[in-house]
Nanobody, 124 residues
Framework: QVQLVESGGGLVQAGGSLRLSCAAS????????MGWFRQAPGKVREFVST????????YYTDSVKGRFTVSRDNAENTVYLQMNSLQPEDTGVYYC?????????????????WGQGTQVTVAS
């Protein structure tokens, strides 16, 4: 059983930056594909980014490309999401997730473990 704990959310002005962290425990972190998802008020949860075991492969949803960067430190069992040039539409609860699959995925069902989420609010 893998436990995931996100941190780093908060309130930021439009154009600002935040760095989210997700600390994993209870499993072999380097064997999990990691993903970030978000859910805005009144909307369904959506894919944000994913990263392969080694960190060599990353994918982003179109709306965050060029602004967000996902990375991982397997020695620290942590995955990060650096978010720059934040906009009000980036507001939501951000979740990290871990998948036992062999390949990266943007689909929620591919992920086996989820964190509790961290709130990101971007003020205009």
């Amino acid at each position: 059983q893998v436990q995931l704990v996100e941190s780093g959310g908060g309130l930021v002005q439009a154009g600002g930056s935040l760095r989210l962290s997700c600390a994993a425990s209870g499993g072999t972190f380097s064997r999990y594909i990691m993903g970030w998802f978000r859910q805005a008020p009144g909307k369904v949860r959506e894919f944000v980014s994913t990263i392969s075991w080694s960190g060599a492969t990353t994918y982003y949803t179109d709306s965050v490309k060029g602004r967000f960067t996902v990375s991982r430190d397997n020695a620290e069992n942590t995955v990060y999401l650096q978010m720059n040039s934040l906009q009000p539409e980036d507001t939501g609860v951000y979740y990290c997730a871990a998948s036992r699959d062999s390949g990266v995925s943007s689909l929620s069902p591919a992920y086996d473990y989820w964190g509790q989420g961290t709130q990101v609010t971007v003020a205009s």
